[in-house]
């Protein structure tokens, strides 16, 4: 159930891969922004289905809702159990064995997953592999580009109304995962609609990867606006490209000045070194990381502590581990362990070591990982967080000839 049936090649009188791009292209360029079904109605055509439905994943990667030329179609559905969810989940092309064929085809921006493009064919006969997977490539390439001028996509994604608190903080994510030869990052806020202070961002930047988690104190706009200014703080120095130490003490300045005395914001500040696989960081308050290794838990790296930002005080230690290929680095916020079940008992660190130990053994992607992280909290929780919680992934893959 699993591929493209038959993976056929364009025979006579068919649309080639190269035309089919050139085509869907040309048209793009003459749709007015937000005219996203149009181009899956076009893809449709190119491809030889009969029809299709895209289906666009929700910002807590929980749910799917449609998307057509009238906007968001309905009620959103559960990813999770659907054949479309598997798809999504394993990033794998599923159709169907009988007649008429139905294509599941999941759509990612590089590595984070969008959703999912569901085509009608009449028979195998009709699938073309060679032309579906070059001309879906660019389909979500112009659906990312289409976004940033209409609202039709992030309206297609909101299975529930959203706070605009959670509304600003989701605006200062980088994409919640990405890929590459030597490293592989998920991250994820919860709850998606109601994020408050929790918030994380990463860049690559040649042989390194540096990144930042951080929690402001408090709940809403206000702890938004102050994980904001460090978040931005801390991208400055980056993009300056200060080390660590330097990036901590202006971030810190910025939420002091800004916000008074009693105001403050943990976080992790840190950069892996690809080649070498040295991981570098700065605990700023923050609860420490959980490494992950050769399939077993290997306990927290630990970091003297400085103050949090916004307190004052010097850069107590910097610490550093060589990471091994293969190797799972979880930062997280205190909400992850701290959320309780209806009975009062914690998430805790035993149970989120365990998942992230099975996780690994079972080889699932980091960002398929934190999905269902995310997602057994919400569970053992039952009835909403009682805390913001977010995790960022790193698997450091080390030299893509020995992975």
Request: glycine share 10%; net charge negative; proline share 4%.
């Amino acid at each position: 159930m699993t591929g493209i049936p038959g993976s056929r090649t364009a025979g006579p009188g068919r649309v080639d891969a190269a035309d089919g791009v050139v085509r869907l292209v040309e048209m793009a360029a003459r749709l007015e922004p937000g005219s996203l079904s149009e181009l899956v109605a076009e893809v449709c055509e190119i491809v030889g289905a009969s029809g299709g439905r895209l289906f666009v994943a929700d910002y807590g990667l929980q749910r799917f809702r449609q998307l057509d030329s009238n906007g968001a179609v309905g009620e959103s559905q559960l990813i999770e159990g659907t054949v479309a969810g598997r798809a999504f989940a394993t990033g794998e092309v599923i159709s169907s064995m009988e007649a008429p064929v139905v294509l599941w085809v999941p759509l990612t921006d590089g590595t984070e997953r969008l959703g999912v493009l569901e085509f009608d064919f009449v028979s195998a006969d009709d699938v073309v592999g060679d032309v579906v997977d070059p001309v879906i490539a660019v389909l979500v390439l112009l659906l990312v580009t289409h976004s940033r001028y209409s609202d039709a996509w992030n309206r297609a994604r909101r299975a529930k109304a959203m706070s605009a608190a959670a509304e600003a903080q989701w605006a200062l994510l980088p994409p919640l995962a990405c890929t590459t030869a030597r490293v592989a990052i998920g991250g994820i806020l919860e709850p998606a609609y109601e994020i408050g202070g929790d918030s994380f961002d990463y860049a690559l930047n040649g042989d390194r990867f540096d990144f930042a988690i951080v929690d402001a104190i408090g709940h809403g706009m206000a702890a938004v606006l102050m994980s904001g200014a460090a978040i931005n703080s801390l991208r400055n120095d980056r993009r300056a490209d200060g080390d660590l130490a330097a990036a901590y003490r202006h971030a810190d300045q910025v939420i002091a000045e800004h916000f008074g005395d009693s105001y403050y914001v943990t976080g992790q500040i840190g950069t892996l070194d690809l080649t070498t696989g040295m991981l570098t960081w700065l605990n700023a308050g923050h609860v420490p990381p959980m490494l992950v290794r050769n399939g077993s838990f290997c306990g927290e790296l630990r970091c003297a502590p400085s103050m949090p930002m916004g307190l004052g005080g010097p850069v107590v230690a910097i610490a550093t581990e060589a990471l091994q290929t293969g190797d799972r680095v979880l930062f997280y916020t205190d909400g992850i362990t701290e959320s309780k079940a209806p009975d009062g008992t914690h998430f805790g660190p035993d149970r989120l070591a365990d998942f992230l130990v099975r996780a690994s053994l079972d080889r699932v992607p980091a960002a398929e990982t934190v999905r269902r992280l995310a997602a057994a909290v919400i569970a053992y929780v039952g009835q909403g967080l009682n805390d913001d919680a977010t995790m960022l992934l790193i698997d450091y893959r080390g030299n893509a000839a020995q992975v």
